[in-house]
């Protein structure tokens, strides 16, 4: 059978062959076993208390049921719920350790279309589940559930301030007022409509809401970071200084200069680590990526004497390296930046507003801090119906690579690597024009396909 879990949790069609209100339950009561059990859960109950979880959704309507059948699993095994309601991802994993709770799910498919949607679980402290605990929760699916009865079963309350506590939380994380800037906000009729445009407001910006009116149906429908377009015209037509979008869950950040250009995730970093090494808060002058990145940031990091170390593609993983290493900031180019000293997962409105006060700080526009970094033209390329297990070891692919590599020299960049999920392999060439990154990909690729066609 494929793993339950995939690179963001639980995801899939709501009502469909596999995410169902039972595998919703089962899920919330072997998460249970799992998670509500170690040192502080123990302290609860030998002081005759029970664990404790934040749940909480997006705006899709199939939240409604998957949230009840997660509350239901979770109380029926003895865990104390607070429902949070529609909130962010990001402010789902700030109330967990805000307020100590043993752990907490949040129900959402981010970026997805309405249909779909997902399960995450936050462990204390509001931090990602490492694959190994997933993969416990998955095997104790099939395992006996905790049965309490009578006191001993959980119970189920709103949490009622718990979208105020989020919104105190992203302003007392800003290092300066948002007084004067004019912002087009974009939050994908998603999660984030009751709670980013309070704080950008109450942050001092001027705020030109669009893609706020989520209603079950419409969220990342033509609006949010996956359809930038929308925030371009509207920052053209409002002649505003900046927009940003997030996506449907919150945890991404794209912007859009007063000009109408988008700013990448990438960019977004470069701009906020410079921010905090100005600021002296740039821990050990490092900033963590993925290998899909663009050479530009590498360049543009190095310029100002500041690392860049690469991770696998997946926040999870910029995320452990920045757990594990102490690291300040990290993201990837879709706009999940992670600022750790008040974060413990990616939040778009707190990168948004942490851009914004840089713009406020240095007095200079989103376009003129951006062009500290110069974006490599990229081609991507996905061969498909290749043996992607037979990349590693490939002489003839792997002599390819390096001439190109050698050609390129400092110009360009090449990356190949197989799919999660397909039989396929995705060649990534960057290069100074974009005919030349185009031909070599298409070279590469031409070798890849005739090596590892199934």
């Not at 995730?265 to 821990?283: C, E, F, H, T, V």
């Not at 024009?433 to 590892?452: F, G, M, S």
Request: proline share 4%; hydrophobic share 45%; glycine share 10%.
């Amino acid at each position: 059978m494929p793993r339950l879990f995939g690179t963001d949790g639980v995801r899939g069609l709501a009502n469909g062959e596999v995410l169902t209100a039972e595998l919703a339950l089962n899920v919330a009561q072997a998460a249970a076993i799992v998670l509500g059990t170690g040192r502080s859960a123990d302290a609860r109950r030998a002081a005759g208390k029970r664990p404790t979880a934040v749940v909480a959704r997006d705006p899709r309507i199939s939240g409604e049921f998957l949230v009840s059948a997660v509350a239901a699993g979770l109380a029926s095994s003895g865990v104390d719920v607070l429902d949070a309601g529609v909130i962010p991802t990001p402010a789902t994993a700030f109330l967990i350790a805000d307020i100590g709770a043993d752990f907490g799910v949040m129900i959402s498919a981010s970026h997805n279309p309405a249909p779909d949607n997902g399960i995450k679980i936050f462990a204390r402290g509001g931090t990602k589940l490492p694959d190994v605990v997933e993969d416990r929760i998955e095997a104790a699916i099939s395992q006996p559930k905790w049965t309490p009865t009578g006191g001993d079963v959980g119970r189920i309350r709103r949490f009622a301030d718990a979208e105020d506590r989020y919104v105190v939380h992203l302003i007392e994380a800003l290092p300066h007022r948002l007084d004067g800037i004019h912002v087009v906000l974009d939050t994908a009729n998603g999660a984030a409509a009751g709670t980013s445009p309070e704080a950008f407001v109450l942050a001092g910006a001027k705020v030109t809401l669009i893609g706020a009116d989520p209603d079950g149906l419409n969220i990342n429908d033509g609006v949010g970071s996956t359809h930038i377009d929308n925030l371009k015209r509207a920052v053209l037509e409002a002649g505003a200084d900046v927009g940003i979008a997030h996506d449907g869950d919150a945890d991404r950040c794209l912007a859009v200069d007063a000009e109408g250009n988008e700013v990448s995730g990438d960019q977004i970093m470069a701009i906020l680590a410079l921010s905090l090494k100005a600021r002296g808060k740039l821990n050990r002058d490092t900033l963590v990526a993925t290998v899909m990145s663009n050479l530009g940031l590498h360049r543009a990091m190095a310029e100002h004497g500041i690392s860049v170390v690469t991770t696998a593609v997946g926040d999870r993983y910029v995320l452990e390296e920045i757990n594990e290493e102490g690291y300040s900031i990290g993201g990837e180019q879709s706009g999940h930046v992670i600022l750790s000293e008040a974060a413990t997962t990616g939040d778009g409105a707190l990168t948004g507003l942490s851009l914004l006060s840089e713009m406020a700080r240095t007095g200079k526009s989103l376009k003129e801090l951006a062009s500290v970094m110069t974006i490599f033209p990229q081609v991507l390329m996905n061969v498909r119906g290749v043996d992607k297990n037979a990349l590693v070891g490939n002489e003839a692919i792997a002599a390819a690579v390096a001439q190109a590599e050698a050609e390129l020299g400092e110009t360009g960049r090449v990356l190949l690597r197989p799919s999660g999920t397909e039989p396929m392999i995705r060649v990534m060439v960057e290069a100074s024009h974009d005919e030349i990154a185009q031909a070599y990909a298409q070279r590469l690729a031409d070798v890849v396909q005739a090596e590892l066609a199934l």
